[in-house]
């Protein structure tokens, strides 16, 4: 880690790669480094440069990384919530940690955490650990980091406030009158369905047997009469 002496911002140089371009003549070697600069105060950048010598292309990098900086939110030296970071096959968490834990990190993830001022913080890289997605893998962590005042000002409520316990009645009432209502349907049809289905049976069955008892004696007495 460097100090500028004009800017009195810290810079860390995370990786340099050496690219190497096939041509007609033979090889042309070039640089790419990524540098991560920050003021210890919750302000961070990073950037990437690319030259035919190191010197020039860490310059360029940190010149872009003073341009592109962001404001970090912190929550006593520590980060105010759990937060997944993703850039192409690249996962990076960062989870708050309790004051004295220190910054438990590494690689490109620890330069940036040192430059932004974070003192206590858990972190994990899962998957590729290539140092360019590394550092924009936690930059895009760092940007949906919210404290509980920004979510207060967003969402328009206070947390534990008036607005919150005003709405626990309604949500209570609900269940209570959803009942009343689908329940009194179902009994006024269970009860008069067997009464409707009940009669016609009852009538059908005593009748027939009737019809057919009263008609047999009066064939066979009048039939023994002519004889």
Same mark, same amino acid.
């Given at each position: 880690m460097m100090i500028n002496r004009e800017t /009195?911002?810290?810079?860390? &140089? +995370?990786?340099?790669? %050496?690219v190497a371009k096939v041509v007609k003549g033979g090889k042309n070697f070039s640089f790419s480094a990524v540098v991560v600069t920050g003021d210890g105060e919750g302000k961070v950048g990073y950037g990437t440069g690319k030259a035919r010598e190191v010197p020039p292309a860490i310059q360029k990098a940190?010149? $872009?990384? =003073? %341009? *592109?900086? #962001? $404001? &970090?939110?912190? @929550?006593?030296g520590t980060v105010p919530h759990l937060v997944w970071g993703r850039w192409g096959g690249t996962r990076v968490l960062l989870r708050p940690a309790s004051p004295g834990t220190g910054v438990i990190a590494g690689g490109g993830v620890r330069a940036v955490m040192e430059s932004a001022g974070i003192q206590d913080v858990l972190t994990k890289i899962v998957?590729? $650990?290539?140092? *360019?997605? &590394? +550092?924009?893998?936690t930059f895009d962590a760092l940007g949906q980091l919210m404290t509980a005042e920004q979510v207060q000002r967003l969402r328009g409520v206070e947390i534990g406030g008036g607005s919150v316990e005003a709405a626990s009645p309604a949500v209570v009432a609900v269940p209570a009158e959803a009942p009343a209502e689908v +329940?009194?349907? #179902? /009994?006024?049809?269970?009860? !008069?369905?067997? =009464?409707? #289905?009940k009669a016609p049976v009852e009538e059908? @069955?005593? /009748? /027939?047997?009737?019809?057919? &008892?009263?008609?047999?004696? !009066?064939?066979? #007495?009048? %039939?023994?009469?002519?004889?």
């Open positions: /009195e911002q810290a810079e860390t &140089v +995370v990786h340099i790669n %050496r940190s010149e $872009r990384a =003073k %341009r *592109f900086m #962001v $404001r &970090v939110p912190m @929550v006593g998957g590729s $650990r290539n140092p *360019f997605n &590394v +550092v924009r893998a +329940v009194t349907p #179902v /009994e006024e049809a269970v009860a !008069e369905e067997p =009464k409707e #289905v059908a @069955v005593a /009748e /027939e047997p009737a019809a057919e &008892v009263a008609d047999a004696p !009066e064939e066979t #007495v009048e %039939r023994g009469d002519s004889s």
